[in-house]
């Protein structure tokens, strides 16, 4: 189960006392500190690319745990509470470090995908998850490879469920990339085929068609 673990959920990254923590934390969660939890996978999130995309599937297993044993929602609050502290501070971590900003990102977007409530979004994360799609979208983000990478990636995966909590703001979103993708100098050629792709990808319904899909993965392959 422990090697199943650690394959499955991508913690051999960790040192070994930390890793502990994190398999106990899926299985039995009112036996450890979750505030210390929400913290290790939040910290790790933040330096690590690939673990930010594999945080999300974590945490709605240790919510669930925590909902089957008891009924509480200590882990999820807690998760709440240090995404806010993140984002009040989302310019100040941008201005430090794109690669840490684009982790945070990742990271909101991936436990918007997971956690959810009635099978719902949850509520609390919508208008931030916006804001920070919102920031990707203005003119120093969209010179940026990086970040448009990360804007184009979250949208395809969350996007059609965000615009569902929020048509207008989705609306709005997709006017700046629109005038971004036409009226922005200095975008690399990378950054207008990302941005094409997402602009039809929400045109024809959050898909691609195959014909379209050849098209762009082509030339990103390319």
């Known amino acids: ?19 502990s923590l994190l398999k106990t934390a899926l299985k039995e969660p009112s036996t450890v500190d979750l505030e210390k939890v929400s913290n290790v996978i939040i910290d790790q999130s933040l330096k690590d690319p690939v673990f930010s995309k594999e945080a999300g599937r974590i945490c709605y297993t240790i ?6 044993l008891n009924n509480g929602n200590v882990f999820r609050r807690n998760l709440l509470n240090r995404l806010q502290q993140e984002f ?10 794109i690669q840490e900003w684009v982790c945070y990102v990742t990271f909101i977007c991936n436990i918007f995908d997971y956690l959810k ?8 994360l919508v208008h931030p998850v916006y804001d920070c799609l919102f920031r990707l979208t203005q003119s120093d983000a969209l010179q940026n490879e990086e970040e448009v990478d990360c804007l184009v990636l979250q949208l395809h995966r969350i ?20 005038d ?7 975008l690399s050629s990378m950054a207008r085929l ?14 691609l068609t195959d014909t379209a899909h050849k098209y ?4 990103v392959a390319d």
């Open 1 to 19: 189960m422990d090697n199943a673990l650690k394959d499955e959920y991508k913690i051999q990254s960790f040192d070994t006392e930390t890793q």
């Open 63 to 68: 919510v669930q745990a925590e909902a089957k």
């Open 88 to 97: 009040n501070v989302r310019e100040e971590t941008r201005c430090r470090s």
């Open 117 to 124: 409530v009635n099978n719902m979004p949850m509520m609390a």
């Open 159 to 178: 996007g059609d469920q965000l615009e569902r909590m929020n048509e207008q703001r989705m609306d709005e979103l997709f006017c700046l990339l629109r």
């Open 180 to 186: 971004g993708f036409l009226l922005q100098e200095g």
């Open 194 to 207: 990302l941005l094409l792709e997402i602009l039809e990808f929400r045109a024809g319904g959050w898909r």
């Open 216 to 219: 762009y993965y082509s030339e």
